[in-house]
């Protein structure tokens, strides 16, 4: 009993991480049609820029901010000085279909080299505001602490933030049309380049987010968010890939997967089961646990 | 009668060629290789190891460490009138890195390779660079894998460490004598490095209550160590080994302090390092009452002749503290230069591997356990002392003073060692 | 045809013989290199046809590398089967396994592949170390037993260098033909025209589906090759970067450009490290920065590559000339 109700306490906690990742990648998604594999590498150097904030003045509740805003400005200058100049570029001949996937691949290599020359690959550590220690109900303690709780309630706000802005705004509604369609928003006078370059930046900041999130309790090192991006792939995937409230979704279920196999089969299979939850959703669920009507040729 | 014209050229052309080729495979046998890497006055010596990249952390401070008890050699005489040169190539713990960066050692003529790091990094290296027809010594080899000290197979290969299989036959005494009849459980790194430690628990006679094995480098995955102390919790052990890297003991300290589970920890030699687990956020209070073993003194035993000399040599040539890291890494140089002295002024490398086989087991070195080297077996050391942490971070020995254990690779029993270490030559120069 | 078939492989074979000359002459490093940059040739020749021809990416062919050396090993270790015999059943099986995952990727394009393919080179090594018999992170040994007796005496190291390279140069063949027959032409329609190629009869996923399997195929072969070098087949030596550098290399030449596309791609990719390492150890730059150097320059290469000659440094160039002649056309009239 306590090994199942452990299971589900860190499954919805490491979920809502993987949900915050997911979110980001759907974000850049819907607004340009790009997976972007840098994630992880602009989550990585905006988690740094948090550390740095911890540093030098010792809050992480400064950092949380400070970080989402640097993931943000970073999101917005790989954007526009080479997401949107590249999409010009290459419009023809063999690369045309992948040449996003391999510029941010590229990207992500720069960012790695770049951070590991800045700040070194040995591990850094960020240590939590608030308690790690389990919370104790009768004899038992539970691997639920004050600082799961933390990572719940910020992953919430992030999304009620995100869900205020897309429902409730007029921003959001430009949001929503420049994703589904572009050419009709352009005739209706919406900025898509701008709406685009504001979908990026929502993303930047939910992936440092994440990562800033993540870091206390593992390491932070140049590579140390790269099986994040693979873990918010497959939710994004689970939840559809351009749905919000999908990518939410697909977050716990792969956080609730991840640690069931983990406490009934074994922590050896902690990187073979996101490949196989991710084949199983392929082949069964095509559109999403959701299930949207676009198809998966996009 | 054009298209056969050309074909016929084709032809006479490739025939030309391959004669051509064929002389050109003709060139004279090299001159023997014996000498390669030695003047009358230098030698020069390389090491591949991880200097950058996730698996470098405490790793690369061995490499110059090594060179720092060089360059202290160096500056009094060198050995027979020659000086060390270290060549260190930074390999990333990748395979084809080592073997190419142990190629470009050999382009810029070693005398021999030493401490070269990672098991399946010198497998490769001996095979593509054909240590065995080549004759290219490896030295001391960074690795806990035995194999490499089977002279039929490796014949230039020198092994150093004791194996973790020794290392968990002796764990297995200490838990029969102080933890009779308690629950034992072990975590493992899901490689032969598990697989030597489950072996060794086995022979050893250690029932195991729970067995985790994880994938290496998932330890930084959070939800990783919770899965473990869960586990362990829910089956009542009292006593867990661990057999991993140090980032993996500290996400299982850790989530244990988290967790208030307070099992007796077993920690293995490589992944209890005290400065790379405090700098991964384990504090003393988590260490308290750790056992570990050790076949070099504490990195903190000041009244030990060979650590106080280290000490005094990484003061003057290195950076950084003093670690265990750094101490491996001294010995390891140390034993080099005995070897390189044992061989005699006309140094070659066949020399030198006599030399070794021959002499090595009465080599003056910092370890409390006695090197096995015969002309039949390129086995190093042969055993552990065991150590409880203390409060404060600092490696206790079992029972107040040094008590070395040795085994063997095979079925023997474990023995309390009475074995005398040499005492340090003067200033700590080979003599 | 039949003619440039044949001059082609004139070609091919005077290329081996000025190979096989100079490895007499050089050192153990550039004989390693020189496996390596063949090693690299054959991996960067799967992604050419599948990307470069199919309009696919595949971010896991370092996995289905793996998968050739681990077949490969199996059959070496357990069987004894000559080493021909080997790599031509490592080629089958890894192209086997590519057929698995080419039917449940069938339906899937772009980003969805990328990521399959992604998440399946993250499972891979871990997955090694489930089976026993497959060494763990430690290995196992590959031996290719050493020249024949009557080459003469030849180093180790020389007789894997003939290997690798005849290997590459007989990939390189293949691949060529594949390219130069039916199924080359009707991957390019596919991806240039989906819809088109439908209506005029050819099955899209099939068409994909194939590709997929011989990119895994040959991707296979570059993993016997690589085990082959290195002696040893553990998964430390198929990391995830293994699989970016190959595309790397595939983009940097252009990527549908196999000769000399790949051989390009090969050569910076080696030559870039050595050239790195000579630069940062002149100017004793400290050891992180003369490692990461390294990638950044190489990662750095790749997206200019992308911005700037989007389809190879040979299609710029035609373009160019095409651009110019219009103009003087225009000048003219």
């Known amino acids: 009993m306590n090994q199942f109700i452990s299971s589900i306490l860190i499954g919805f906690s490491q979920g809502s991480i993987y949900a915050l990742m997911a979110l980001a990648l759907v974000l850049v998604f819907r607004s340009t049609r790009v997976v972007n594999f840098a994630q992880a590498g602009q989550a990585m150097v905006s988690t740094y820029i948090g550390w740095e904030v911890i540093n030098r003045t010792g809050s992480y509740w400064l950092a949380i901010p400070i970080a989402a805003l640097g993931g943000a400005i970073l999101a917005v200058i790989v954007q526009n000085f080479l997401m949107r100049p590249l999409s010009k570029r290459t419009s023809e001949g063999a690369i045309a279909p992948v040449a996003n996937i391999i510029v941010t691949l590229g990207l992500l290599g720069v960012l790695h080299s770049g951070a590991a020359i800045i700040w070194g690959s040995e591990e850094k550590l960020l240590t939590s505001p608030v308690s790690t220690n389990g919370f104790k109900i009768g004899e038992n303690v539970y691997p639920f602490s004050a600082t799961d709780v933390l990572i719940i309630i910020t992953s919430v706000i992030v999304m009620l933030i995100f869900a205020f802005i897309f429902k409730k705004t007029n921003l959001g509604l430009a949001l929503r049309a420049a994703a589904f369609q572009p050419e009709i928003s352009r005739l209706a006078g919406i900025r898509v380049d701008r709406v685009q370059t504001i979908g990026w930046a929502f993303s930047g900041a939910a992936g440092a987010v994440a990562g800033v999130l993540i870091a206390p309790g593992s390491y932070l090192n140049p590579y140390s968010l790269d099986i994040l991006l693979v873990f918010g792939f497959v939710a994004a995937v689970i939840g559809g890939l351009d749905s919000l409230v999908g990518a939410a979704v697909g977050g716990i279920v792969l956080g609730l997967t991840l640690s069931f196999t983990s406490q009934y089969v074994g922590t050896a299979l902690t990187f073979v089961v996101p490949f196989v939850v991710l084949l199983v959703v392929l082949l069964l669920r095509p559109n999403g646990l959701l299930g949207g009507r676009s198809s998966r040729n996009a | 009668m054009m298209r056969l014209n050309r074909s016929k050229k084709a032809i006479t052309l490739t025939a030309l060629a391959a004669s051509v080729a064929l002389v050109a495979t003709m060139v004279p046998a090299q001159a023997s290789t014996d000498k390669v890497g030695v003047t009358s006055k230098t030698i020069k010596l390389g090491i591949s190891q991880p200097t950058t990249g996730p698996a470098s952390a405490g790793y690369n401070k061995v490499a110059p460490a090594m060179n720092s008890y060089f360059k202290y050699v160096n500056d009094n005489g060198g050995i027979n009138g020659r000086k060390i040169e270290l060549i260190i190539k930074n390999d990333g713990y990748v395979v084809q890195r080592a073997v190419n960066e142990s190629a470009a050692l050999v382009d810029e003529g070693v005398f021999a390779l030493v401490g070269s790091l990672g098991t399946a990094n010198n497998t490769a290296v001996a095979e593509f660079l054909d240590l065995k027809s080549t004759g290219l010594p490896s030295l001391f080899v960074n690795t806990g894998f035995s194999g490499f000290s089977v002279k039929k197979d490796y014949p230039t290969m020198f092994s150093l460490f004791p194996s973790y299989y020794m290392e968990a036959k002796i764990f297995s005494e200490y838990i029969k004598k102080n933890f009779p009849g308690k629950k034992v459980g072990v975590i493992y790194q899901a490689d032969d490095f598990g697989v030597d430690a489950l072996a060794g628990l086995a022979q050893g006679g250690i029932t195991l209550t729970e067995k985790i094995a994880y994938a290496s480098l998932s330890q930084g995955t959070p939800s990783v160590g919770q899965s473990w102390i869960t586990k362990l919790k829910t089956a009542n052990v009292e006593v867990v080994i661990f057999y991993g890297v140090p980032s993996a003991v500290a996400a299982a300290l850790r989530t244990a302090a988290a967790l208030a589970y307070k099992p007796q920890w077993i920690v293995t030699s490589v992944g209890s390092d005290y400065t790379t687990l405090t700098g991964l956020g384990v504090t003393n209070a988590m260490l308290d009452g750790v056992v570990t073993g050790s076949f070099l003194p504490a990195p903190t035993d000041d009244a030990d002749p060979y650590v106080k000399l280290f000490k005094t040599i990484h003061t003057k040539y290195g950076t950084g503290a003093f670690d265990s890291n750094i101490l491996t890494g001294m010995n390891t140089a140390m034993m080099t230069a005995n070897a390189i002295k044992a061989a005699g002024p006309n140094l070659t490398r066949s020399g030198l591997i006599r030399a070794i086989e021959t002499k090595g087991r009465t080599f003056a070195s910092a370890s409390l356990t006695p090197p096995t080297y015969s002309t039949t077996s390129h086995a190093g050391y042969a055993g552990f002392w065991l150590a409880q942490i203390n409060s404060s971070g600092v490696m206790v020995p079992e029972s107040g003073k040094y008590k070395v254990y040795t085994t063997d690779a095979g079925k023997g029993a474990v023995k309390v060692s009475t074995y005398k270490r040499p005492a340090m030559p003067a200033k700590g120069l080979p003599k | ?333």
């Open chain 3, 1 to 333: 045809m039949h003619n440039h078939h044949r001059r082609r492989l004139i070609g091919f074979a005077i290329v081996g013989i000025l190979l096989f000359l100079l490895s007499n002459r050089v050192g153990v490093l550039r004989l390693y290199q020189g496996s390596t940059v063949s090693m690299y040739v054959i991996a960067i020749g799967s992604i050419v046809l599948l990307t470069g021809f199919s309009g696919q990416i595949s971010l896991g062919n370092g996995a289905f590398m793996a998968l050739g050396a681990y077949i490969a090993v199996l059959l070496q270790t357990y069987l004894s089967l000559p080493l021909v015999l080997t790599f031509f059943v490592a080629v089958l099986g890894a192209a086997f396994f590519g057929l698995i995952l080419g039917v449940a990727a069938a339906r899937l394009s772009g980003p969805y592949l990328a990521g399959t393919t992604l998440a399946l080179a993250v499972a891979l090594p871990s997955l090694v170390n489930q089976f026993p018999v497959l060494g763990g992170e430690q290995g196992l040994m590959f031996n290719a037993g050493s020249a024949p007796e009557w080459l003469g005496e030849v180093s180790r190291f020389k007789w894997l260098f003939w290997i690798s390279t005849l290997a590459a140069i007989i990939a390189c063949i293949g691949i060529q033909n594949i390219l130069k027959s039916r199924y080359g032409r009707t991957w390019k329609a596919v991806r240039s025209n989906s819809t088109a190629a439908e209506l005029s009869g050819i099955s899209s996923a099939r068409s994909k589906v194939l590709a997929f399997v011989i990119s895994a195929g040959i991707a296979g072969l570059a993993g016997v090759v690589l085990a082959l070098t290195a002696g040893t087949v553990a998964p430390g030596a198929f990391p995830l970067s293994l699989s970016f550098a190959i595309i790397t290399g595939a983009v940097i030449a252009g990527i549908s450009s196999l000769l000399p596309g790949s051989v390009v791609g090969a050569v910076v990719l080696v030559g870039m490290s050595q050239l790195v390492g000579t630069f940062t150890s002149r100017f004793q730059m400290g050891d992180i920065l003369a490692e990461n150097l390294k990638e950044l320059i190489v990662s750095a290469l790749l997206i200019l590559a992308v911005v700037f000659t989007p389809n190879g440094p040979g299609e710029k160039i035609r373009a160019m000339r095409e651009h110019r002649k219009h103009h003087s056309h225009g000048g003219v009239r």
